[in-house]
């Protein structure tokens, strides 16, 4: 039994991975509204070394449609500028010479469309990485038979990692529900 259980703890685990890395790419997606995550994963060069950008600048958002990036030391200005374009964030930075600005223009219907199309197909991938890990688990399982373990303490397992597959498949598209919502809310 002890197996059994040390592979429920191996689900869960992988699929609560497989839903954070969902929530932190949903985050990436626009709701219409200006956000600092916009730009996780935007890196540029701060002392020879990949940097994200929020560690080499300070991120606030003035108000609902604008973010404003001032970095540590101004020679970081045009590197930030660069690194944001070459994102490909379809945002165009504004530089003063201090700050640097990115202007969220307001979504078209059309856009939020695509957008809550983009979020249904990072659901769907956490969706088929929670089935991956339910399928490993069960193969792992399986193989238990051979080392003594019973059919029916198995079964149970089965059971029970479907259970789990079948909870975080529901919290996946809860997250999907929630974004879907911020972003066709004008």
Do not use: W
């Not at 609560?16 to 060069?45: H, P, Q």
């Not at 223009?105 to 991956?132: C, F, S, V, Y």
């Not at 792992?140 to 003594?148: A, E, F, R, T, W």
């Amino acid at each position: 039994m002890e197996e059994i259980d040390m592979l429920m703890e191996m689900a869960e685990e992988g699929m609560g991975k497989a839903l954070r890395y969902t929530a932190s790419e949903l985050k990436k997606i626009r709701a219409g509204k200006a956000n600092v995550s916009m730009l996780d994963g935007v890196m540029v060069e701060y002392y020879g070394v990949p940097t994200p950008v929020n560690q080499a600048s300070s991120i606030t958002t003035p108000d609902a449609r604008t973010i404003a990036i001032r970095p540590f030391e101004k020679g970081l200005l045009q590197d930030i500028e660069r690194a944001i374009i070459n994102a490909n964030l379809g945002l165009a930075p504004t530089n003063d010479g201090e700050i640097i600005r990115l202007n969220l223009p307001p979504m078209t219907e059309e856009r939020r469309l695509e957008l809550a199309k983009q979020a249904k197909g990072e659901i769907e991938t956490a969706r088929i990485n929670i089935r991956k890990v339910r399928q490993e688990i069960n193969d792992d399982l399986k193989k238990l038979k051979n080392d003594g373990v019973s059919e029916d303490a198995i079964k149970i397992g089965e059971e029970n990692v479907q259970s789990l597959t079948d909870t975080y498949i529901e919290k996946a598209e809860k997250m999907y529900q929630e974004k879907e919502k911020d972003i066709m809310s004008v």
